[in-house]
């Protein structure tokens, strides 16, 4: 991984730390433009009861009103959940419109003004999609969710064999991987103990050294079949290597697959020129597509490809249709276009990903994906992720420098920014958690907590501002005081605390 250095780190506290310089630093950026592209909640919005922003509502009951209700809150949650474009509301509406005034001609009638027909929306995501993770058009599709696409995929990649049969994953997976995982081994009815996990020397220092994995993946290479890792690991923010780890596992002759969803809009990726065998992510973190939208998938085109059979009984590839092309689990929305409503029960896989899918999509999501592809659109991963270091690199600077003392706090996300993307994990000295998150929230700050000690920030480079990260800063630092002094009195309470 190249190592970049922090542009911050030789500004002087008297710069840095004003609130001057956050702004200067969004003036000259001309990217700052996109945070007007999304509905920022206010504080008030997130401290009340109501469901819609403060101007479409009444007061609820029981509300006390506060002077900083009208501000924006500061929103640094979406490695969790991205924050709404504005568009989404008003393609949804086209979409709501459509459905009421055409029914099912929604399909396919072309309209003026409006969205395409819903039976091209997945064409029309496709080539967005595509640029986002550097891969073909045909190599990508928006379908059904992450751990849904996780197993479909494994469904088709992970051929146990009595020889290779051991699945590797890191020791921290996000569960919903390590139970994808784990289960695809009981499908096949080979011990659990076949899970082959890559542990980090400790929660504390959660850094897994590139050549740490490549060493596991060495050790198990004759019995492995799978390799499966996040891109971007979800509780550290470390950025994996996923080129170099592709090229091992490939040298070795396993199949590596990559759980993108923290690495999706976030960090550059060129899954076509990676040879990535297949990757999965979800839609509603960077890709701000809305909660538990729709995702999408990415199939290299090696593996994609639908010929006419030539070699008969070729146990790697079904024959049974004279089409050769890699075994899946299929469904009819999988099919050719052209032929799918003949309903003549034969299937012809599309070419790439596409033909990877089951179910007719959800427009609605499908709709709201669009809405946050076409924010992309106004830009450029690379452009964005040039920001991103910027903003991530001022967001640690700011970290670092506390009163003049050590911080009551470590950072576990790797310092190298080429490692990580736009979260940075802070892991908190013991029993200051609850307190620092009840203050900052108090406060309209929104970040996202792992138990025991960990808040994870992420300033996403669509929306969120140099000003953002300087007033999280003034309001998480005065909580870690304000924590810290409500420690010592708890403690002097307690009867081994009585002096
Ligand atoms: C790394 C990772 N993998 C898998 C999942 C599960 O995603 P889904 O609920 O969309 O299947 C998440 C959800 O946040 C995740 O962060």
Redo the contacts with the bound molecule.
């Keep these: 991984m190249p190592q970049f250095s922090n542009p911050y780190a030789a500004t002087s506290d008297q710069d840095l730390l004003s609130e001057a310089f956050a702004r200067g630093e969004d003036a000259r950026d001309p990217l700052s433009k996109l945070r007007a592209e999304f509905v920022i909640p206010t504080k008030g919005d997130l401290r009340n009861q109501r469901y819609g922003p403060a101007e479409n509502a009444t007061v609820s009951a029981g509300h006390v009103s506060r002077d900083d209700d009208h501000d924006e809150s500061i929103y640094l949650c979406g490695n969790?959940l991205g924050l709404q474009p504005r568009r989404t509301r008003e393609y949804v509406n086209r979409y709501l419109d459509t459905w009421a005034s055409k029914g099912v001609f929604g399909h396919f009638k072309p309209l003026q003004g409006g969205l395409p027909p819903w039976l091209d929306l997945d064409d029309a995501l496709k080539e967005q999609t595509a640029t986002i993770v550097g891969a073909l058009p045909s190599e990508v599709v928006v379908m059904e969710?992450?751990?849904?696409n996780?197993h479909l995929l494994m469904s088709s990649f992970y051929k146990p064999t009595s020889e290779r049969y051991k699945i590797i994953i890191e020791g921290k997976a996000?569960p919903?991987?390590h139970y994808a995982a784990q289960s695809q081994l009981a499908h096949h009815g080979i011990p659990s103990s076949a899970l082959i996990t890559i542990t980090p020397p400790s929660d504390d220092s959660p850094y897994l050294t590139t050549e740490h994995i490549l060493s596991v993946i060495s050790q198990h290479n004759a019995t492995t079949a799978l390799v499966l890792l996040?891109g971007i690991q979800?509780y550290s923010g470390q950025f994996f290597d996923i080129e170099l780890i592709t090229r091992h596992c490939h040298s070795l002759g396993i199949i590596v697959g990559w759980?993108l969803?923290?690495a999706v809009g976030n960090v550059p990726v060129k899954l076509h020129d990676w040879n990535v065998d297949f990757a999965a992510w979800?839609n509603?973190?960077y890709m701000n597509g809305g909660p538990?939208v729709i995702?999408g998938l990415f199939v290299h085109d090696n593996h994609g490809k639908v010929e006419k059979a030539q070699v008969d009984g070729d146990a790697e590839y079904n024959n049974d249709t004279q089409l050769h092309y890699r075994p899946r689990l299929s469904g009819w929305w999988g099919s050719d276009k052209s032929s799918r409503f003949r309903m003549e029960n034969k299937f012809v896989p599309i070419p790439g990903a596409s033909g990877f899918q089951l179910s007719n999509p959800s427009a609605l999501d499908m709709t709201s994906v669009l809405a946050s592809l076409d924010v992309f659109s106004m830009t450029s991963m690379e452009a964005l992720r040039a920001r991103s270091l910027r903003l991530t690199a001022y967001l640690e600077q700011r970290l670092l420098r506390y009163d003049n003392k050590t911080p009551p706090y470590k950072i576990i996300t790797p310092a190298n920014p080429a490692e990580r993307g736009a979260q940075i994990s802070v892991l908190l000295n013991p029993g200051l958690l609850d307190h620092v998150l009840h203050y900052i929230e108090e406060h309209g700050v929104v970040v996202d907590e792992r138990k025991p000690d960990v808040l994870r920030v992420a300033p996403a480079p669509l929306y969120n501002s140099f000003w953002d990260v300087h007033r999280f800063i003034e309001i998480f630092q005065e909580g870690c005081r304000r924590a810290i002094v409500q420690k010592g009195k708890a403690s002097a309470q307690t009867p081994n605390g009585v002096a």
């Design positions: 969790s969710t992450l751990t849904a996780l996000f919903s991987d996040p979800f759980d969803a923290h979800c509603y973190k538990g995702g």
